[in-house]
């Protein structure tokens, strides 16, 4: 079964990299450059997954893998190879404008640190895809190039336009966000213990917004009733902006009519599922409702915080159908190992266990999975193909350091072996 729901991805992903080739090659002959993509290995990664179709197994499915981390870059190295970042609106005899000849305009899309063509499909995809409103014609998404460049476009946004001076974050919050935001706001930036109810905290300080995760990187992993805040901001000009990396479409904010206001902003890195667990590129994304949304388009330009268009050809086409299988395989993967190893969970994509000598808990995984032929890595992140083990928050005083344990995609043989390994280690 797994297998299989990897063959479809490999196709929609296969199939996703020649339509973009295609297109790009359509376009640089309409403008008559003489630069032809070449197959660049697109059909014979293809024909290798027409044979795992035919007879899946784990060995083929690694190196199908492999070969679309490479693809991947190459094939967005392809399609831009005629485009400039300052792209020519007229010329006198040849364009400097590549495959994007005639679609420039002076003043308003001749400079990519400010914006590009690409980009709005990739962003008015991830609304259509990944965003479920009522709402949706009214709802912007801004691409960013990482998570936190969203975040800190957010930021830019509550003070160029004079939104914030007091804030107020749960104390579990990402520990760079923590760092972010009390290197702004200084004192007035507040620490809130979001698993207490907050409508008293709120009503004392009055803050102008409030920055929450829906479930922290932490080593609580703790999830706010971020459902009851914005109850409780329903009429209120304070802005909620919600970090949704780790649960993603798991999680909807704009799906109420009555509570989906200008006010509410979300946030997520697309680094973690939005690549399938290629991990080639960073990329964040922010989005949100409202007229004063968007200015946070003209705050992204002026940042300088915009996702490249060599960043948006190396992240797939959004597919919800696709990304809702994988995000939930992970979780499941999740709940074997939580239940190998006895640790409580939730709905999450990754364990969080305290831990002496963080290091070497981390060294002795990888040796134990060394001899045992178990593919685990360490590494951060998470959502990747294959589970990787982190000491996490090392060098940081706003957090303790935990160990992560994040699975990856792999089938349940393959995570309950894995589970064996890590319980040798834990249990010592």
Partial sequence: MDLNEDAELFTFLADDVSKKLSAADRLIKNNNIYISHANLGVKDLQNNIKRFQSNPTIPLRNEITHSFRTLTLTASSAILSTDWQSPSYLHATVSQAGRQTGTIYGGLNDYKRDQ?????????????????????????????????????????????????????????????????????????????????????????????????????????????????????????????????????????????????????????????????????????????????????????????????????????????????????????????????????HLDRPFLTLSQKKLQHTVKLCIENSKKLGVNVAAGTSFGLPWTRVYAVATHTPHTEPFLRIAPGSETVEEIEAIGRVLKKVLDR
């Avoid at 801004?142 to 998570?147: D, I």
Wanted: without cysteine; charged residues 25%; aromatic residues 10%.
């Fill in 116 to 344: 590009h063509r690409d980009l709005i499909y990739y962003e008015k995809k991830f609304i259509k895809e990944y965003v479920d409103s009522p709402y949706k014609p009214f709802i912007r998404a801004y691409a960013t190039v990482s998570g936190m460049a969203a975040l800190t476009t957010i930021i830019n946004f509550l003070l160029m336009y004079r939104k914030a001076k007091k804030v107020l974050y749960g104390r579990h919050t990402y520990f760079q966000a923590i760092e972010l935001l009390t290197g702004v706001f200084g004192s007035n930036a507040i620490s809130v213990d979001e698993t207490d109810p907050l409508g008293d905290t709120i009503r004392k300080y009055k803050p102008d917004a409030i920055f929450l995760d829906t479930i922290s990187n932490t080593k609580e992993a703790v999830s706010p009733d971020i459902a009851s805040v914005r109850t409780l901001l329903k009429h209120s000009q304070t802005y909620l902006v919600i970090d949704n990396t780790v649960t993603s479409t798991g999680r909807q904010f704009l799906t109420n009519p009555l509570l989906a206001g200008r006010h509410v902003i979300v946030w997520e890195s697309l680094n973690k599922f939005h690549q399938y667990g290629l991990d080639r590129v960073t990329g964040g994304i922010l989005y949100g409702t409202g007229i004063q949304f968007e200015n946070l388009f003209d705050v992204r330009e002026h940042s300088g915080t915009i996702l490249p268009d060599t960043h948006v050809f190396s992240i797939p086409t959004p597919n919800r159908k696709l990304f809702d299988k994988r995000l939930k395989r992970i979780i499941r993967n999740t709940r074997i190992l939580s239940e190998m190893l006895n640790i409580h």
